[in-house]
């Protein structure tokens, strides 16, 4: 993942092979159950497991992003902090 996208990478060579920019997320969620996190782009839907990290941290890293990219450069916006759990919680 990278601070606007997120890229799937040959794991040999590190190479990417495809990316998706998190403007084009329409929606995400995680499948709690099997553990696998579903992106929905305008395009095509993306289904992974997370293999080094606890999915509820990819849950709660696109939520703080999209979070982040709601907010107005006005340096005195109050925080919405209902608005901030609703995008970075609902995990178990």
């Not at 305008?42 to 709660?60: G, I, N, P, R, W």
């Not at 006005?74 to 902090?81: A, I, P, R």
Request: glycine share 6%; proline share 1%; net charge negative.
């Amino acid at each position: 993942m990278s601070p606007n996208k997120i890229m799937r990478m040959d794991l040999n060579s590190g190479d990417a092979i495809k990316t998706w920019r998190y403007g084009n997320l329409k929606s995400w969620h995680v499948n709690w159950e099997v553990r696998h996190v579903i992106l929905e782009f305008e395009t095509e839907t993306l289904t992974f497991a997370c293999l080094s990290a606890d999915c509820k941290v990819v849950h709660e890293y696109i939520g703080g992003y999209i979070f982040l990219s709601m907010r107005s450069s006005d340096k005195n916006q109050n925080l919405d902090e209902e608005l901030f759990h609703k995008l970075t919680g609902g995990w178990h």
